[in-house]
């Protein structure tokens, strides 16, 4: 059995989990959040969650998934599927994607998690870039929040 592939990333925000949660589900602030993926979904357990984006400079509507938790001020929880990794249309290839707040003393932590590319053939490839693109969209996250 292959160890599992997550990318996992965290950020503190100066800002309570209510703020947060409001920029994740605001869908101007969560495309800035998601470095200009639109989402477009009914925002309920079980919908569809599409991503409309750009690739290659051309206009993309192939990445999508389905809401898996949606738990006020607490989580967000959605697969994942994303046609550029090569990979045929079928839920072995769908990722898991969680964001998870936390009240702190100062706020708010998020964690993200992403995977498990461990059923990918290049599956660490994979998880470094979901681990990059985390880390971006938590630092957007963090200066939305905050403002």
């Known amino acids: 059995m292959k160890d599992s592939l997550i ?3 965290s950020v503190e925000i100066a800002a309570p989990r209510e703020k947060v949660w409001s920029t994740l589900l605001n869908p101007a602030s969560l495309q800035q959040v998601m470095m200009g993926m ?12 599409r991503w409309i984006g750009r690739h290659s400079g051309e206009p993309n509507d192939t990445a999508k998934g389905t809401i ?9 929880q959605f697969t994942f599927y994303f046609p550029g990794y090569g990979y045929p249309d079928q839920p072995a290839f769908y990722n ?17 998690e992403q995977g498990d590319f461990s059923v ?3 599956g ?19 200066e ?4």
């Open 68 to 76: 898996q938790a949606l738990e006020a001020n607490r989580k967000l």
């Open 7 to 9: 990318a996992r990333s």
């Open 38 to 49: 639109q989402p477009v979904s009914d925002w309920k357990v079980g919908s569809t969650l």
């Open 96 to 112: 898991v994607v969680s964001l998870t707040l936390t009240e702190t003393k100062t706020g708010s932590s998020v964690q993200a």
């Open 120 to 122: 990918f053939s290049d």
């Open 144 to 147: 939305l929040s905050e403002q």
């Open 124 to 142: 660490e490839q994979y998880r470094q870039h979901s681990q990059t693109f985390w880390d971006g969209a938590l630092k957007i996250l963090k």
